[in-house]
């Protein structure tokens, strides 16, 4: 009898309501954070009985990572379909960027990957991520360019671009310093690696950042020049690296 019941009830929601179900999550999710996707919105949303989540993700923790591997997995496709840049340093900052671009787009499921971060051994799509930037890492080591294991350097990369990611998403939006994540990247370069291109304004951002730390000793200014100079200094010392 019971299984009767179950199998109408399938029969009634259409063998695509696990589609509909991590739609329906991914877009609450998307407009108002993790905390949007409440069983009760996304059974509305999808069109689905409340016991239909429970029965095809166990529980709203299993809902919300089948999300992020939904995501995940297409985001991960296409970084491994794209074409490696022949220097392996700029194609590890080519991923770098997408992965900062990702996290700013995505901040819902980000959030969800940074509050409770699932091993690789429990998610493929977090696997195949991590494959993607161990070839990366891989690649740096062959051209003879890393100077850390490639355990350490991925234990680096990983923790400098999460915390990136999460230091601008608690910046507002539209005052983002994304000079921050170049900044970052580049960290991360010269800690597992003997060869790092300094920016071509590098003197000049120092200058900058020396003058500026220096601003409070003059006494030739007034009030209202030594804002105004500050500010300007603090734009000329966090400009980003200008690409060729």
Known sequence: MEEREKSAAEDAEGPDAR???????????SSGGPDAATTRAVAAAAGVQAPTIYRLFGDKRGLLWAVVEHVLKSYVSEKSARTPHPDPLQDFRDGWDMHIAFGLRHPGLFAIMSSEPRPASQSA???????????????IALAGRLRVSEERALGLVTAMGTGAVLTLLRQPEGQRDLGLADAAREAAVAAITSEVAPPTNADVR????ALRASIDRLSVLTRGESLLLSELLDRIADARRQRP
């Open 125 to 139: 799509a977090v696997s195949d991520g991590e494959d993607v930037l161990r070839r990366r890492i891989r690649n």
């Open 19 to 29: 589609a509909r179900i991590i739609a329906a999550a991914a877009e609450l999710i």
């Open 206 to 209: 120092a200058l900058a950042a």
